[in-house]
DNA sequence: GAGTTTGAAACT
DNA sequence: CAGTTTCAAACTC
């Protein structure tokens, strides 16, 4: 097929029926031409038929903010791609191959959409979310933690694990198996509206940005699902004002942000490896384990933490829970 | 960077 | 609805 030739119509799209007939990156050409006219925002493209044709906001815009796709098949228009699945559309930083969730294509966007939106699994600002759109709408974490996770072998500690990505603990609704989401686990018995959700060592600076009357110790909070909130790796920088943009969706912390500018440190001094090191530590008593994930949210702690002897590791840990 | 693993989405 | 395949991200080397 011409490369340069117009694709196929993707509302019909056979994805994989010819490999031979697909059309090599057909947004190429057009991308410059749309990198001044897509739309900001979820809520634009759902709000309004015409919403594709707004500028893109300078702070929200996908190309910005959102994390871009990569996808070589999915043509950008399933809910395997991200930007897709989040609602928006892809930008130029996507090195997405025949792309079709382009401002140029909003008519196979629309139509795709609306095919999801019959089978009902596409709600904007979810990742297909298998609960309704009301339930999303009340509450992506709510959404998220009434989906619930179905890992099988990543025992919930990787970012394969939705909830594990989240920063929240595994609920009712989760059908994994061996389950080791160090969050927490939620059990049969609790309430079905009012499940636990255990503070991520991630999420706790999110949460500094609000009041929580329910906080019990700081540590673990009982809270309705409604009032969950994302970690914040995936916050947004901090716009001009000075006032953080926090996620407000799931996908917005299923897919954070700003995670490709995480530096080395995050991952050799990660929050993970210092709970699992905590754990290992049977003299602390759980009350101190539940307090020590705070320490751990400053990266110098985590890097001396674990650079730390055994025996003044846990002087030194004490004495940083005694000062928090 | 390539190859493998993983879980979700899509398909049958 | 269950099983299988496809997909893209996460992960490993």
Known sequence: MDPEAAPPPPSSPPLESNPEDRVEAPAEAG??????????????????????D??????????????????????????????????????????????????????????????LQLRNKFSPSS???????????????????KRGCTCKKSSCLKKYCDCYQSGIGCTIYCKCEDCK???????????EDYPIAYRSPYSKESLFLQDHPDDIGGHIIAQPLSQLQPPPWCLKRPVENGIMD??????????????QLQPKHEKVYSISKCIEVMNAMTELSKNEKSLAPDVFLEPSNREIFLSLSADIR????????QNL
């Not at 994390?67 to 930008?91: D, E, N, W």
Request: hydrophobic share 25%.
């Open 246 to 259: 926090v996620p407000t969706s799931y996908a917005d912390y299923r897919y954070p942000r700003d995670k």
């Open 181 to 191: 989401n160090v969050f927490g686990r939620k059990d049969a018995e609790d309430e």
């Open 54 to 115: 707004k500028k893109r906001s300078e702070d929200g815009g996908e190309g910005e903010g959102c994390r871009p796709c990569s996808c070589k098949k999915s043509r950008c228009l399933k809910l395997y791609c991200i930007c897709f699945s989040t609602g928006t559309y892809c930008s130029e930083l996507c090195g997405c191959q025949q792309c079709f969730n382009k401002l140029t294509y909003k008519e196979e966007v629309l139509s795709a959409r609306k095919e």
């Open 127 to 145: 990742k297909a979310l298998r609960s309704s759109e009301d339930e999303t709408k009340k509450s992506p974490g709510s959404a998220l933690v």
């Open 314 to 321: 846990m002087m030194w840990l004490r004495r940083k829970l």
């Open 31 to 52: 991308k410059e031409a749309e990198r001044s006219a897509e739309p900001a925002s979820v809520e634009e493209m759902n709000n309004s038929e015409d919403a594709g």
